[in-house]
């Protein structure tokens, strides 16, 4: 296997992202959101616990819906500091805690996922395009703006109608810290007055890539390459 161009070291941020094989879809309702959600809480722990799809996918007593697998307390492999899942792709911002620590928790997320998905769509293969590609953040400017793309990546793809809801991302728990959410966001929230604030300045960075966007032809595959 080729080495990664970008090496991953703990300490340090990176741009986490990738998309569905020719462009399909990863998330074909509110269930599969769901239980990708629950990948990227309950696989960030340096002991593994195994599979999600035979381990914690079981009725409880309350209507036949799935109950949620107890993990014990577990350091974690990295920090989500925000998030964005659309129907046919995704992208994080993560640091990295320990040692190959993104390395293990998109390995986790993307066997678990695929697996869910292939049994419960009927199909069979790959449902990512190749592994999961990240780019260093290398500066506090780069790492704000990042987290205005991430956080607002639905509105950058102007997705509306029925795609609108199968979008989740971690916007929500920057508006309201009373959301505990799954997400470091102090790192982000600390560097402005308010959330207002970082609304405003989220917003303001949203308009430039969307002129960005408009500029460049194919610009989702320059992203995505």
């Known amino acids: 296997m080729a080495m990664r161009k970008t090496q991953l070291a703990e300490g340090e941020y990176y741009h986490v992202y990738n998309r569905g094989v020719d462009k399909r879809s990863i998330f074909n309702d509110r269930?599969?959101?769901?239980?990708?959600?629950?990948?990227?809480?309950e696989f960030n722990g340096v002991e593994p616990i195994g599979s999600l799809y035979e381990?914690?996918?079981r009725p409880d007593q309350l209507g036949g819906r799935a109950s949620k697998l107890v993990v014990e307390e577990d350091s974690p492999l990295v920090e989500f500091?925000?998030?964005?899942?659309?129907?046919?792709?995704y992208h994080f911002i993560l640091k990295q805690i320990a040692e190959r620590g993104i390395e293990k928790i998109m390995q986790r997320i993307g066997t678990g996922h695929t697996m869910f998905f292939n049994n419960k769509h009927e199909r069979n293969g790959s449902l990512f395009q190749g592994r999961f590609k990240a780019v260093h953040i290398d500066s506090n400017e780069y790492l704000l703006?990042?987290?205005?793309y991430v956080n607002l990546n639905d509105r950058v793809h102007q997705l509306g109608g029925p795609a609108s809801k199968l979008v989740r991302s971690s916007f929500g728990e920057y508006m309201d810290r009373g959301i505990k959410g799954i997400c470091e966001k102090e790192i982000i929230l600390?560097?402005?007055?308010?959330?207002?604030?970082?609304?405003?300045?989220a917003l303001s960075s949203l308009k430039s890539i969307v002129e960005r966007k408009q500029e460049v032809e194919g610009i989702e595959d320059f992203l995505l390459e």
């Open 31 to 41: 269930e599969d959101i769901e239980r990708f959600l629950q990948c990227m809480e």
């Open 55 to 57: 381990n914690s996918f």
């Open 81 to 89: 500091i925000a998030y964005c899942l659309n129907p046919n792709h």
């Open 145 to 148: 703006h990042v987290s205005s």
């Open 190 to 201: 600390g560097q402005f007055r308010n959330v207002d604030e970082y609304k405003k300045f």
